[in-house]
């Protein structure tokens, strides 16, 4: 068999073979172009994709303050107020208990925090509300933290019941202040042995049970409201001025 005859046979197979590597060459060279291309823009997007961890790690933010004018004191730890464009509402001082108006020193509590208050431009840190519908919080007025303002002059107790409403270092600070009016002996700190309100409210509470059998035979009926539209209705979250309206 000559060369010329063996050299045409092998040819045709040699030119498929040739054509098959050249086919896989354009075919992974396509693909290494689409993954070049399509590579970038997932990297894009992965970025762009904030992860979760940093929205779980996003600290819980702080209540925003509430600004309100005073319109009233009612006692030496609630007042009414009202914000711009709002309904007048009750404020509870949070952290403190002030005497009862039927309690020794009510009064002069009453008088310390009008002064302080009356009519002022406040900044009231909410804190929750409560069964009176009242705004439970921590108010200031120029900075002044109101609540220990009644502290340190002896006109309220630090309402311990209730230090879970409190951020712990202001409960600690609140602490701290009636400790050092105990130990000045100021204001109802004077007498041997003050009552504290919530003793006085759990006493009333034990004398209006027991009489209430009596009071209920002797009663006499409710007035309707007339047209005139009374009784006057209240300020929205306000509580009535001549009961008590605290735990």
Known sequence: MTLAHTASRLAPSLAARLASRLAGAVLA?????ALTLTLPAEAADVR?????AVHAATPKEAPALLEARVLQVYDGDSL????????????????????????PHADASRRALQALLHGRDVRIEPLKVDLYGRTVGRVFVASR??????????????????????PSRVARRYARAERQARLQRIGLWRDEAPLPPWEHRARMRGV??????AASRTARPRRRPT????????????????????A
């Open 29 to 33: 060279a396509s693909w290494s172009a």
């Open 227 to 246: 047209r005139s539209g009374w009784p006057p209705a209240r300020p929205s979250g306000c509580a009535p001025a001549h009961r008590s309206a605290r």
């Open 145 to 166: 933290d109101a609540g220990m303002a009644q502290l340190r002059a002896g006109l309220a107790w630090h309402f311990a019941r209730y230090d879970t409403d409190l």
């Open 48 to 52: 762009a994709a904030p992860p979760a």
């Open 80 to 103: 009414l107020v009202r914000g711009a464009g709002q309904r007048p509402y009750g404020v509870r001082l949070a952290g403190i208990d002030a005497p009862e108006r039927a309690q």
């Open 208 to 213: 209006t049970d027991k009489g209430a059998g």
